[in-house]
Every structure is written in structure tokens, then in C-alpha cells.
């Protein structure tokens, strides 16, 4: 029921607007970082209410961990191993690359959807016209939906295992 006025805003839009309204791109992204802004406030406001705020931050030490340096606590004693922070910056700023990497690769994918749906819908004039673009329009569905068929077999493998009994006698 929450997302009746979402799908009402979109149907309307289309009826109103027509395929690929920029007003109804910009609307539906301005409703989603929302929706997310909205979500961070109520995920904290449930952890404070179920008594588990700050639970996801504890941290454990891995024991292969050097430091650059040991400081050792002067209250406690506890040595505690330091890395520093530009140091540290370094090793992030290696992933930028990557990011780009993967953030051109996914814009290209699509792009090249959008640009093979508007094709089929706007210019294509072919045999077939309505069933490539229904089948256009309807394809991260049916994507969706291969990959939800796939996912039974797929964790009925990993379960196999765990099902044994691996207590030995």
C-alpha cells in the first residue's frame, strides 16, 4: 500500500508525459534518495528503540594486524598498533580506479539497453515491432525472473552438505 501513490505518480506520468519524460526521471530520483535519507533516520531510530544501536560497529582485531608503530596506553598498558592515515589513503585511493572501471562498464551496459529500447520503440519499423518492444520494455523482468528460477537448484546444492549429519560416533 505504501508504494500505491509511487505507482500512481508513475502511471500518470506516463499517461500524461509519454515514454522517457525527464520530469518523471527526475521526480522518481528526487523520491528515492528520500526514501533512503528516510530509511538511515528510521534504521536509527529501530536500533535505539530494539536496544542495538552501535551493535554492527564492534570491531575485532585480526591477529595477523602489524602496525607501523606501537603506542602503548599510559591508563591501561594496552599496546595498541597504529597505521597511519595517509598510509591508510593510500591504499583506498588504489580502488579508484576500479570504481571507474566498473562504473563505465555498468553505464555502458545501460545505455546500450536504453539505447536498444528506444530503437525498437522510436525508429524500427519492422516485422515484430510490438513483440521486440514488449519483450524490450519487460527485459530486467525476465532477467529477474530466469535468475529466480535458477536460485532453488542453485541453493539446494549448498544445502546438501549442511544437511549431512557430520557428527561422528
Known amino acids: 500500500m505504501a508504494l500505491a501513490a509511487i505507482a500512481a505518480f508513475g502511471v500518470s506520468a506516463w499517461a500524461i508525459f509519454g515514454n522517457f519524460s525527464p520530469t518523471y526521471g527526475l521526480v522518481n530520483s528526487l523520491l528515492c534518495v528520500g526514501f533512503v ?13 530494539w536496544g542495538v544501536k552501535g551493535v554492527s560497529s564492534i570491531e ?19 599496546e595498541t598498533h597504529i597505521f597511519s592515515a595517509p598510509k591508510r589513503m ?3 585511493l588504489l580502488q579508484i580506479p576500479f570504481v571507474i572501471a ?6 555502458t551496459v545501460i545505455a546500450t539497453c536504453f539505447g536498444i529500447e528506444i530503437f525498437i520503440s522510436e525508429v524500427y519499423n519492422g516485422p515484430f515491432k510490438t513483440w521486440l518492444v514488449y519483450c524490450a520494455a519487460f527485459e530486467p523482468d525476465i532477467e529477474t ?10 541453493h539446494h ?10 557428527r561422528f560416533n
Open 37 to 49: 535519507e528516510y530509511w538511515k533516520f528510521q534504521q536509527q531510530e529501530l536500533a535505539i528503540r
Open 60 to 78: 575485532i582485531k585480526r591477529k595477523d594486524f602489524v602496525g607501523e608503530k606501537v603506542v602503548r596506553d599510559r591508563l591501561t598498558g594496552q
Open 90 to 92: 593510500q591504499r583506498q
Open 102 to 107: 566498473a562504473s563505465l562498464a555498468l553505464g
Open 145 to 154: 525472473w530466469l535468475i529466480l528460477l535458477g536460485l532453488p537448484a542453485h
Open 157 to 166: 546444492h549448498h544445502n546438501l552438505p549442511a544437511s549431512r549429519d557430520w
